[in-house]
């Protein structure tokens, strides 16, 4: 949540949403304050009147412009969340829809921890068996902290 000129920015960045009436895809991508380019149900303000002091700029794979809509036009499919790893107890915000990066999902679709890069299906199918695509994870992690900790000595 951002606050712009005293006012709340909820759906952050990256969050997957549909438009309920156009039906297009796409992921938030900001907000635009030109009210020359604010819609109402999909269709163009003219003039505009509104009283709305921001409209959500949507990112549609493929296109190549961006879409506007007000909140009230938008369904959330998937939204960031707040998570608590249950491996290393440090909280993180997830990043929806990147998929085998810390901090977004995992192929088999669990959350990854940006501290320890696990993968975050259940505690319970974490423990007994790990995700098939967490041990390149934390391979590629013991690495790069490998090469930084040699260039920081060589220094």
Not at 49 to 62: D, N
Request: aromatic share 6%.
């Amino acid at each position: 949540m951002r606050i712009i000129d005293k006012i709340e920015v909820s759906v952050a960045d990256g969050t997957l949403v549909r438009h309920k009436i156009k039906g297009y895809e796409g992921k938030i991508d900001g907000i635009t304050e030109i009210k020359a380019c604010f819609t109402q149900g999909g269709v163009l303000l003219t003039p505009p009147l509104t009283q709305e002091p921001f409209q959500y700029r949507v990112v549609v794979t493929g296109e190549a412009i961006r879409h506007i809509a007000p909140p009230e036009d938008l369904e959330i499919l998937e939204a960031s969340a707040d998570v608590l790893c249950f491996r290393c107890h440090m909280p993180f915000r997830t990043n929806p829809g990147f998929f085998d990066k810390p901090a977004g999902r995992c192929e088999c679709g669990g959350l990854i921890c940006p501290t320890c890069w696990r993968c975050q299906a259940t505690e319970a199918d974490s423990i007994k068996e790990s995700c098939s695509k967490q041990r390149k994870r934390l391979v590629r992690k013991l690495a790069n902290e490998k090469k930084n900790k040699s260039a920081n000595q060589t220094h």
